[in-house]
């Protein structure tokens, strides 16, 4: 039914100018916003996840975007250079000083961060 759908995620955030200058400025990706005040962030293959204002938003407690890189290390050390800061955990997932949780063969190498409004979203190496 859906296979040939031209399907797209989307997310809240409670700021949509703090949005717009993070993952444009910040993330450097292309975003417009469109007729409706909603913004469409387009991401490579021509895909494009929309994100939109809510007065009572809520954080997601959960990567609503991930973002796979060649080189992990330099990713977030650039991201850092732009004052992205990285999560740190314990436990299961541990992180390292950086923030990357380092797989050992058990996955990719994942390093997780927030938006402005508090949306976790990662960069990883497959």
Not at 79 to 104: A, H, M, P, W
Not at 108 to 115: G, L, Q, S, T
Request: charged residues 25%.
């Amino acid at each position: 039914m859906f296979k040939d759908s031209y399907a797209f995620s989307g997310f809240s955030v409670d700021d949509l100018r703090q949005a717009r200058d993070f993952y444009q400025g910040i993330l450097g990706l292309e975003v417009e916003e469109n007729a409706m005040g909603i913004l469409e962030v387009s991401i490579k293959g021509g895909n494009r996840v929309i994100i939109y204002p809510k007065p009572n938003h809520e954080p997601a407690t959960f990567t609503v975007l991930n973002f796979p890189v060649q080189n992990i290390d330099d990713a977030v050390d650039e991201l850092r250079r732009r004052n992205v800061r990285f999560e740190q955990y314990e436990g299961e997932i541990k992180t390292d000083k950086k923030g990357i949780c380092r797989s050992q063969g058990n996955g990719p190498n994942i390093a997780w961060f927030k938006d402005p409004a508090g949306n976790i979203l990662s960069v990883l190496e497959p």
